[in-house]
């Protein structure tokens, strides 16, 4: 029983270090779905992930481009942005194969939103 939770336990280290080591800078293809259901397309650029602190841009299919400021503590990544008038927020996790899948709200809206970044190759 220990020798089981000794190797699950150096199982979970070996996969957290390997997400941590991914190197998340970088143009991803974005695939998102709106509170209401609704889907949306486009593509984001993280840069400047150096010591943890970066800047991401979304350009999304008939939407003004967005900017916000983003950073990352091991396998969670997340950004602050604006749309308008509104704040947002945006939480990944990384995945395997460098996919960020996150969740984002927008300050004062009801519901929550999804999407997934896929770098592009």
Do not use: H
Not at 72 to 95: D, E, H, K, P, T
Not at 102 to 117: F, M, N
């Amino acid at each position: 029983m220990i020798f089981k939770t000794i190797a699950a336990a150096a199982i979970t280290v070996a996969c957290l270090s390997g997400a941590s080591a991914q190197e998340i800078g970088g143009r991803y293809q974005v695939q998102g779905q709106n509170a209401n259901g609704s889907t949306y397309q486009g593509v984001a650029e993280i840069s400047g992930t150096a010591g943890g602190n970066c800047a991401i841009r979304w350009s999304i299919t008939n939407t003004p481009p967005t900017q916000g400021f983003c950073m990352r503590q091991g396998n969670v990544f997340s950004a602050a942005y604006r749309m308008g008038n509104a704040i947002g927020l945006v939480v990944y996790r990384l995945a395997d194969g460098g996919a960020l899948e996150g969740t984002w709200s927008i300050a004062g809206q009801e519901g929550v939103g999804k999407e997934r970044l896929v770098p592009a190759r």
